[in-house]
Protein backbone atom coordinates (compact mmCIF):
# COMPACT_ATOMS: atom_id res chain seq x y z
CA UNK A 1 0.00 0.00 0.00
CA UNK A 2 2.68 2.38 1.08
CA UNK A 3 4.52 1.53 -2.42
CA UNK A 4 1.34 2.41 -3.87
CA UNK A 5 1.07 5.74 -2.38
CA UNK A 6 4.71 6.66 -3.26
CA UNK A 7 3.98 5.88 -6.90
CA UNK A 8 1.14 7.47 -6.54
CA UNK A 9 3.14 10.38 -5.73
CA UNK A 10 5.75 10.28 -8.08
CA UNK A 11 3.29 10.14 -10.71
CA UNK A 12 1.39 13.25 -9.65
CA UNK A 13 4.66 15.26 -9.15
CA UNK A 14 6.00 14.53 -12.58
CA UNK A 15 2.69 15.53 -14.23
CA UNK A 16 3.05 18.85 -12.05
CA UNK A 17 6.12 19.10 -13.30
CA UNK A 18 6.08 21.53 -16.36
CA UNK A 19 9.48 22.15 -19.11
CA UNK A 20 11.79 24.93 -17.49
CA UNK A 21 10.94 27.81 -20.56
CA UNK A 22 15.53 27.94 -21.03
CA UNK A 23 16.68 24.40 -20.69
CA UNK A 24 13.14 22.52 -21.38
CA UNK A 25 13.80 19.76 -18.92
CA UNK A 26 11.15 19.25 -16.72
CA UNK A 27 11.10 21.09 -13.34
CA UNK A 28 9.22 21.41 -10.71
CA UNK A 29 9.54 25.66 -10.49
CA UNK A 30 9.59 28.00 -12.40
CA UNK A 31 12.98 27.96 -13.70
CA UNK A 32 14.98 24.35 -13.01
CA UNK A 33 17.89 24.78 -10.57
CA UNK A 34 20.25 24.44 -13.20
CA UNK A 35 19.03 27.44 -14.98
CA UNK A 36 18.81 29.52 -11.48
CA UNK A 37 22.20 29.02 -10.71
CA UNK A 38 22.75 30.23 -14.18
CA UNK A 39 20.68 33.67 -13.76
CA UNK A 40 22.54 34.06 -10.26
CA UNK A 41 25.49 34.31 -12.07
CA UNK A 42 24.42 37.49 -13.86
CA UNK A 43 23.27 39.46 -10.62
CA UNK A 44 25.73 42.10 -9.67
CA UNK A 45 26.30 43.69 -5.69
CA UNK A 46 22.82 45.15 -5.16
CA UNK A 47 23.45 49.04 -5.64
CA UNK A 48 22.91 51.89 -6.57
CA UNK A 49 24.34 53.38 -9.45
CA UNK A 50 24.50 57.32 -10.04
CA UNK A 51 23.55 57.88 -14.11
CA UNK A 52 22.71 61.47 -14.74
CA UNK A 53 20.08 62.59 -12.56
CA UNK A 54 18.09 59.24 -12.31
CA UNK A 55 20.14 56.66 -9.87
CA UNK A 56 19.48 52.93 -11.21
CA UNK A 57 19.04 49.95 -8.99
CA UNK A 58 20.12 47.25 -11.00
CA UNK A 59 19.55 43.27 -10.05
CA UNK A 60 21.64 41.98 -12.71
CA UNK A 61 23.78 42.64 -16.10
CA UNK A 62 21.94 41.83 -19.42
CA UNK A 63 23.40 39.05 -20.36
CA UNK A 64 23.82 35.23 -20.60
CA UNK A 65 21.14 33.47 -19.10
CA UNK A 66 19.44 36.43 -17.80
CA UNK A 67 19.18 37.74 -21.12
CA UNK A 68 18.03 34.71 -22.06
CA UNK A 69 15.43 34.18 -19.23
CA UNK A 70 13.92 38.25 -20.05
CA UNK A 71 13.61 36.78 -23.91
CA UNK A 72 12.07 34.16 -22.81
CA UNK A 73 8.87 35.70 -20.75
CA UNK A 74 8.99 38.91 -23.09
CA UNK A 75 8.77 37.12 -26.64
CA UNK A 76 7.85 33.19 -25.63
CA UNK A 77 5.09 34.17 -23.51
CA UNK A 78 5.99 32.72 -20.33
CA UNK A 79 4.53 35.68 -17.82
CA UNK A 80 4.96 33.57 -15.20
CA UNK A 81 8.58 33.81 -15.28
CA UNK A 82 8.15 37.56 -13.91
CA UNK A 83 7.37 36.02 -10.54
CA UNK A 84 10.62 34.64 -9.74
CA UNK A 85 13.07 37.29 -11.45
CA UNK A 86 10.22 40.17 -9.42
CA UNK A 87 11.21 38.55 -6.01
CA UNK A 88 14.84 37.80 -6.79
CA UNK A 89 14.60 41.98 -7.42
CA UNK A 90 12.77 42.42 -3.83
CA UNK A 91 15.37 40.27 -2.36
CA UNK A 92 17.87 42.37 -3.32
CA UNK A 93 15.99 45.76 -2.39
CA UNK A 94 15.32 44.01 1.18
CA UNK A 95 19.14 43.51 1.58
CA UNK A 96 20.34 47.19 1.00
CA UNK A 97 17.12 49.16 2.78
CA UNK A 98 16.04 49.53 5.85
CA UNK A 99 12.27 48.04 5.96
CA UNK A 100 10.51 51.44 6.23
CA UNK A 101 12.16 52.90 3.00
CA UNK A 102 9.36 54.72 1.78
CA UNK A 103 8.77 54.60 -1.39
CA UNK A 104 6.01 53.90 -4.51
CA UNK A 105 6.71 51.78 -6.91
CA UNK A 106 5.45 52.58 -10.51
CA UNK A 107 6.14 50.52 -13.48
CA UNK A 108 7.20 51.80 -16.98
CA UNK A 109 4.03 51.43 -18.64
CA UNK A 110 3.69 49.79 -22.34
CA UNK A 111 1.36 51.82 -25.22
CA UNK A 112 -2.03 50.14 -24.80
CA UNK A 113 -2.52 48.58 -28.30
CA UNK A 114 1.75 46.75 -27.51
CA UNK A 115 0.19 45.59 -24.11
CA UNK A 116 -2.76 43.85 -25.93
CA UNK A 117 -0.56 42.13 -28.71
CA UNK A 118 1.64 40.91 -26.41
CA UNK A 119 -1.29 39.96 -23.26
CA UNK A 120 0.74 41.62 -20.84
CA UNK A 121 3.61 44.22 -19.56
CA UNK A 122 6.45 42.57 -18.06
CA UNK A 123 7.33 45.57 -16.01
CA UNK A 124 4.08 45.29 -14.41
CA UNK A 125 4.65 41.64 -13.44
CA UNK A 126 8.13 42.04 -12.10
CA UNK A 127 6.92 45.03 -10.03
CA UNK A 128 3.91 42.77 -8.83
CA UNK A 129 6.62 40.56 -7.70
CA UNK A 130 8.85 43.23 -6.25
CA UNK A 131 5.94 44.80 -3.89
CA UNK A 132 5.19 41.74 -2.30
CA UNK A 133 8.90 40.87 -1.79
CA UNK A 134 9.65 44.45 -0.19
CA UNK A 135 5.91 45.51 1.15
CA UNK A 136 6.30 48.59 -0.74
CA UNK A 137 2.85 50.08 -2.03
CA UNK A 138 2.27 49.78 -5.81
CA UNK A 139 0.61 52.17 -7.87
CA UNK A 140 0.39 49.79 -11.28
CA UNK A 141 -1.35 52.99 -13.31
CA UNK A 142 0.97 55.19 -12.25
CA UNK A 143 2.03 56.33 -15.56
CA UNK A 144 0.02 55.86 -19.39
CA UNK A 145 2.17 56.02 -22.54
CA UNK A 146 -0.06 58.10 -24.57
CA UNK A 147 2.12 57.18 -27.86
CA UNK A 148 3.59 54.23 -29.54
CA UNK A 149 7.32 55.06 -29.93
CA UNK A 150 9.30 53.37 -32.46
CA UNK A 151 11.77 50.60 -31.02
CA UNK A 152 14.55 52.36 -29.42
CA UNK A 153 17.15 50.25 -30.36
CA UNK A 154 16.55 51.37 -34.27
CA UNK A 155 17.09 55.16 -33.46
CA UNK A 156 19.79 57.61 -32.74
CA UNK A 157 20.81 59.51 -29.33
CA UNK A 158 18.57 62.21 -30.52
CA UNK A 159 16.23 60.40 -32.41
CA UNK A 160 15.41 58.97 -28.80
CA UNK A 161 14.68 61.36 -26.81
CA UNK A 162 12.82 62.84 -29.76
CA UNK A 163 10.83 59.43 -29.92
CA UNK A 164 10.17 59.87 -25.90
CA UNK A 165 9.02 63.50 -25.60
CA UNK A 166 5.49 63.42 -24.05
CA UNK A 167 5.88 59.54 -24.38
CA UNK A 168 4.40 59.10 -21.03
CA UNK A 169 1.25 60.69 -19.20
CA UNK A 170 0.25 60.27 -15.76
CA UNK A 171 -1.92 57.73 -15.32
CA UNK A 172 -5.20 57.45 -13.02
CA UNK A 173 -3.45 56.24 -9.89
CA UNK A 174 -1.49 59.65 -9.85
CA UNK A 175 -3.78 61.98 -11.84
CA UNK A 176 -5.77 63.36 -8.71
CA UNK A 177 -3.38 61.66 -5.57
CA UNK A 178 -0.05 63.30 -4.46
CA UNK A 179 1.95 60.87 -2.68
CA UNK A 180 3.93 62.08 0.40
CA UNK A 181 6.23 59.14 -0.64
CA UNK A 182 8.81 59.20 -3.41
CA UNK A 183 8.36 57.37 -6.67
CA UNK A 184 10.51 54.35 -7.44
CA UNK A 185 10.44 53.77 -11.16
CA UNK A 186 10.47 50.25 -12.36
CA UNK A 187 11.73 48.03 -15.46
CA UNK A 188 12.87 45.02 -16.82
CA UNK A 189 15.95 46.48 -19.19
CA UNK A 190 17.89 49.54 -18.53
CA UNK A 191 20.22 49.94 -21.81
CA UNK A 192 20.36 53.73 -22.74
CA UNK A 193 17.86 55.22 -19.86
CA UNK A 194 16.14 57.27 -22.38
CA UNK A 195 12.93 55.50 -21.42
CA UNK A 196 13.94 55.92 -17.69
CA UNK A 197 14.95 59.45 -17.99
CA UNK A 198 11.52 60.39 -20.32
CA UNK A 199 9.29 58.56 -17.67
CA UNK A 200 10.80 60.32 -14.82
CA UNK A 201 11.09 63.90 -16.47
CA UNK A 202 6.79 63.13 -16.62
CA UNK A 203 6.53 62.86 -13.54
CA UNK A 204 9.22 65.85 -12.04
CA UNK A 205 7.26 68.17 -14.20
CA UNK A 206 4.20 67.09 -12.29
CA UNK A 207 5.69 68.02 -9.13
CA UNK A 208 6.28 64.02 -7.98
CA UNK A 209 9.41 63.10 -6.44
CA UNK A 210 11.59 60.27 -8.33
CA UNK A 211 13.92 58.28 -6.22
CA UNK A 212 15.54 56.36 -8.84
CA UNK A 213 14.70 53.47 -11.42
CA UNK A 214 14.92 49.54 -10.41
CA UNK A 215 15.42 47.19 -13.03
CA UNK A 216 16.11 43.50 -13.25
CA UNK A 217 18.96 44.00 -15.49
CA UNK A 218 21.12 46.90 -16.92
CA UNK A 219 23.02 46.92 -20.15
CA UNK A 220 27.00 46.12 -19.01
CA UNK A 221 27.99 49.61 -19.86
CA UNK A 222 25.45 52.20 -19.18
CA UNK A 223 26.12 55.59 -21.08
CA UNK A 224 26.41 58.94 -18.53
CA UNK A 225 27.66 55.98 -15.58
CA UNK A 226 31.04 57.20 -14.06
CA UNK A 227 31.36 53.84 -11.84
CA UNK A 228 29.83 56.17 -9.14
CA UNK A 229 27.91 54.59 -6.35
CA UNK A 230 24.88 56.16 -4.23
CA UNK A 231 23.57 55.30 -0.94
ZN1 LIG B 1 16.41 25.02 -16.97
Not at 67 to 81: E, F, S, T, V
Not at 98 to 114: D, G, N, Y
Request: proline share 6%; glycine share 6%; with cysteine.
Amino acid sequence: MKGLKRLLDRGLGVLLESPCPLCQRSAPTEICNTCQRRIMACQVTPTWDKVENLPVFAWGVYSGALKQAIAALKYDNQPHLAHPLGVWMGNAWNQTHPVLTPAIVVPIPMHISKQRERGFNQAALLARSFCQATRLPLKADGLERQRATAAQFTLSNLERQQNLQDAFCLGRALLHQRPSQPILLLDDIYTTGATAQAAAKTLRDRGFQVRGIVVLARAMRMEGWKGERVG
